[in-house]
């Protein structure tokens, strides 16, 4: 039976990963800072038939991600399957952000992904196999609006996953980017918000209509799933795969366009002239 440890397994994609490779036949280590609230898990693990097991693991800890391999591999000789998915969001302007706050978000998503990484990869390498998934983001390929932080820590990890597939590819190891679009997940509504008052209103007020419009598609973290155990499984595999709402029109977009005209595009007099220019370069409608 092959193994995977999911980091973020309590909700949202982390969740829905966790019971899909369960689904497939994995036995999998569902990975939380607090197993307390992995009931909805664990319900939903038991309806479907599946098992998963719970494990304690703080992303942003030394300690704690050492401890949660540490028991992994007690129990299983290494892992097949690596999937860090945990999280943070955050919504600032370059000149609204509070360091000392938003520290957090590259401690979990960027120092988090490399602790988990460090703990999986010796064993891996060892036994030369295993595939490392990086859930990145859109925002890990486009300069998201209002979310600096948020956007370069995914910008970060896309860096660190092109290098760790170099690194890794002459033991026998694959690494995989994940780079969801918006889908209805608990990350969004937990974004710590922008301050007010501020210079930059207009920025924010584009950025939550974008995600308005995107949760309004309504795409399910399952779908996101789906596109992590295709690209397991994928017999042309490849680095990057891309799904949910924007997921495929945002990067292609951005690609078109020169620097000149992304700088162009900020300079939208109103939000109604933001709107066209934006659905004339992604194809997405925001109004």
Known sequence: MKTALVTGSNSGIGRATALRLAADGYRVFAAMRDPGKGDKLGALAAEAGVEVEPVQLDVGSDASVRAAFERVHGEVEALDVLVNNAGVGFNATVEDVDIEAARQVFETNYWGVIRCIQSALPRMRARGTGQIVNVSSIAGRIAALG?????????????????????VAPFGLRVVVIEPGVTRTAILPKNVGHPEPTAYEPAYRRMLQFYAKGIEAAVP????????????????????????????ELPTGRARMSDEEWVELGRAADDAAYYRDFEARFGLKLA
Do not use: F, H, M
């Not at 979310?147 to 690194?167: D, G, H, P, R």
């Open 147 to 167: 979310q600096v932080v948020y956007s370069s820590s995914k910008w970060a990890v896309e860096a660190l996953s092109e290098n760790l597939a170099q690194e």
């Open 221 to 248: 973290a399952e779908e996101v799933a789906d596109t992590i155990a295709g690209a397991l499984t994928d017999p042309s595999p490849r680095l990057r795969y891309t799904c949910a709402w924007g997921g495929e």
